[in-house]
Every structure is written in C-alpha cells, then in structure tokens.
C-alpha cells in the first residue's frame, strides 16, 4: 500500500519515473546506501545506477541486494564517476544524489517537476531546509563565500551550487563541458550551465546530517581550495574583466605601494635613501597591471559582441525555421 502511494506520487509529474535514472555516486557508503536506494524505489523510481569507486566495505553487495544497478568506475574522483555513469544511461532524465543519506527520496519529484516544466538542469537547495547538524559552521561559512563569489563572477546567483542533489536532462548534460574529477564537478556544471546558456532552476529540498557511522569523503579545506580555483579560472572564458582586472588591480596597487615607499624614503627621509632596484620593481608592477586592466577591459568587449553574434544568428536560424 505504501509503495503504490508512493508510485502515485512519482506519477504526478510530468516526467514519467520510467524516464529517469537515479544515479548515485559511492565510496564506502555500506551504512547508507541500502536505505537510500529503498527510498527512491518507495517513490517509484526503479532505474537506480550506483556508480562506486573502489568501496572496500561492502556497498557495492548491498546495492545490488537493493535492486540497484552497480558500475565500477574506471579512474577516481566523483567527477570521473558521474561522467562515466551519465554515459551508460539511455533514459532522457538523470536525477543525482549522493549515497549517504543526506538527501530526501521524497524531494525527488518536486526535483523532476521544473525539466517537466521546460528547464534543463534543477538544483536543490540545501540552505532552505538544512537540519540541525548537516553543516558544520565552518561549512556553512565556506559555501556561502563560495556562492557570493560565484554569483559575482558569473551574474548568476544560483543560491547552492556546491550541492549534490541535480536533476537534469541527458542532452544537457552532453552540452556541457567536464574534466574536474574530484567535488569541484558540481561547481563546474553550475559555471558551464551558465557559459552555455543551460536553463537552470533552483528548488529547496531538506538536507539532514549523515547518520551514525557514516563519515564524510569531502576534505574542507583541500576541496574548497580546488573550488575557488576552478572559479576563477573558469572566469577567464565567462568574466575576463574579472579574470585579468583581479590580478591588474592587486598588481598595480602593489606598484603604488613600493613606489610610495621608495618616495618617502628619497622625499622624506632625511637622510635620502634610494632604492633604485625598488623603484624599478615598482614602476614594472604598475605597467603590468595597467596593461592587464586593458587586457580585460578588450577581452570582456570582445566576449560581448561575440555573444551578440549569437543571439542574432540564432534568431536567424529561429525566424528561418518559422518561414
């Protein structure tokens, strides 16, 4: 009885549970993995992909026991995994989760209801509903700063782009392109959906801590490290004003720093000091971040009249269509 309610629910959308793929991405999940996929079964999703990278614990066993398609992963990282898995799904749909129990089974529809709705890719935020103990403060902190950035940088503010919790279409998914291995794939979709133009939505879900005997594979400060750097390096295709300006501003502004310095101590000082060596690396610092401003400033005009040649060569590609 509870499965067929729960098979209705599924059913409410517009896209149909048949059309989807549940994938799952695991390393030693052996406490989590067989409730979670029991949860996506109870909703009426039966196409579970478990996608493991090496699990010496067992979960690879107790998906399998749980109905799950098992995959093992050719190289390491989640990104690796999630794009070798997104290969072997033929269903149009993919809904992505993690294995550990911190995303809700029964969020999964209203997950699907947005690419029902015309979107390509639908993110779950974890901030509308976190529970008590899900994110440390520290955590908390680091995804917030790295969300402002990411909204700075890319114009586009998608509230959670760290989060694990995707739907998305199979075409879309081949449009963008991939090659972080490791946690930095959820940022590096959210840049791609955004250089792509990808038609993204963000709807909240719940996210609960990780039960008891379930211990986190993400590395705060090494994979947040790798974050920040896959922001900005991908700002050079994205926000080139930002990518060379950044660096031109702190170039120039050290420039005027040590040349502030070395006049106080041949105008001020008594007695004169000189620092011609100084002086030199002065007057290069502000030359190099002068030409890098430049830089940025053309590259940013350029990326704009590029993107106005597409959009009118595919309104010409539409209106043709339409004739």
């Given at each position: 009885?509870?499965?067929?309610?729960?098979?209705?629910a599924?059913?409410?959308?517009?896209?149909?549970p048949?059309?989807?793929?549940v994938?799952?991405?695991?390393?030693?999940?052996?406490?989590?993995?067989?409730?979670v996929?029991?949860?996506?079964?109870?909703?009426?999703?039966?196409?579970?992909l478990?996608?493991?990278?090496?699990?010496?614990?067992?979960?690879?066993?107790?998906?399998?026991?749980?109905?799950a398609?098992?995959?093992?992963?050719?190289g390491?990282?989640?990104?690796?995994?999630?794009?070798?898995?997104?290969?072997?799904?033929?269903?149009?749909?993919?809904?992505?989760?993690?294995?550990?129990g911190?995303?809700?089974?029964?969020?999964?529809?209203?997950?699907?209801?947005?690419?029902?709705?015309g979107?390509?890719?639908?993110?779950?935020?974890?901030?509308?509903?976190m529970?008590?103990?899900?994110m440390t403060?520290?955590?908390?902190?680091?995804?917030?700063?790295i969300?402002?950035?990411?909204?700075?940088?890319?114009?586009?503010?998608y509230?959670?782009?760290?989060?694990?919790?995707?739907?998305?279409?199979?075409?879309?998914?081949?449009?963008?392109?991939?090659?972080?291995?490791g946690?930095?794939?959820?940022?590096?979709?959210?840049?791609?959906c955004?250089?792509?133009?990808?038609?993204?939505?963000v709807?909240?879900?719940?996210?609960?801590?990780?039960?008891?005997?379930?211990?986190?594979?993400?590395?705060?400060?090494?994979?947040?490290?790798?974050?920040?750097?896959?922001?900005?390096?991908?700002?050079?295709?994205?926000?080139p004003?930002?990518?060379?300006?950044?660096?031109?501003?702190?170039?120039?502004?050290?420039?005027?720093?040590?040349?502030?310095?070395v006049?106080?101590?041949?105008?001020?000082?008594?007695?004169?000091?000189?620092?011609?060596?100084?002086?030199?690396?002065?007057?290069?610092?502000?030359?190099?971040?002068?030409?890098?401003?430049?830089?940025?400033?053309?590259?940013?005009?350029?990326?704009?009249?590029?993107?106005?040649?597409?959009?009118?060569?595919?309104?010409?590609?539409?209106?043709?269509?339409?004739?």
């Open positions: 009885m509870e499965h067929a309610a729960a098979a209705t599924a059913e409410a959308t517009s896209v149909s048949d059309d989807v793929c994938l799952l991405p695991t390393y030693n999940e052996a406490e989590t993995i067989g409730e996929i029991a949860g996506y079964r109870r909703e009426g999703f039966e196409n579970v478990v996608i493991d990278g090496g699990s010496e614990d067992g979960t690879r066993k107790i998906a399998s026991e749980h109905g398609r098992v995959l093992i992963q050719s390491s990282g989640k990104g690796q995994a999630i794009r070798e898995a997104v290969d072997a799904i033929e269903v149009d749909y993919v809904l992505m989760a993690d294995g550990d911190t995303y809700r089974p029964e969020d999964a529809v209203q997950m699907l209801d947005p690419l029902a709705e979107y390509e890719h639908v993110i779950g935020d974890r901030f509308a509903d529970q008590e103990g899900a403060g520290l955590n908390r902190i680091g995804n917030r700063i969300n402002r950035t990411f909204a700075f940088i890319h114009g586009q503010d509230q959670d782009i760290l989060s694990g919790y995707r739907a998305f279409t199979r075409e879309s998914f081949d449009r963008l392109t991939l090659t972080a291995d946690f930095g794939i959820e940022t590096q979709m959210a840049i791609e955004v250089k792509h133009e990808v038609s993204t939505a709807v909240p879900i719940t996210y609960r801590p990780r039960p008891d005997g379930s211990n986190t594979n993400l590395h705060p400060l090494r994979d947040g490290g790798i974050i920040f750097l896959e922001l900005y390096r991908r700002a050079k295709t994205n926000n004003l930002f990518y060379f300006g950044s660096v031109g501003t702190v170039s120039t502004f050290v420039g005027f720093a040590v040349a502030s310095y006049g106080y101590e041949w105008f001020i000082r008594v007695p004169r000091v000189s620092h011609e060596v100084l002086a030199i690396v002065a007057a290069a610092a502000v030359l190099f971040g002068v030409q890098l401003l430049m830089f940025g400033v053309l590259a940013d005009m350029i990326l704009s009249f590029h993107r106005e040649q597409i959009d009118r060569l595919e309104k010409l590609e539409g209106d043709g269509r339409s004739d």
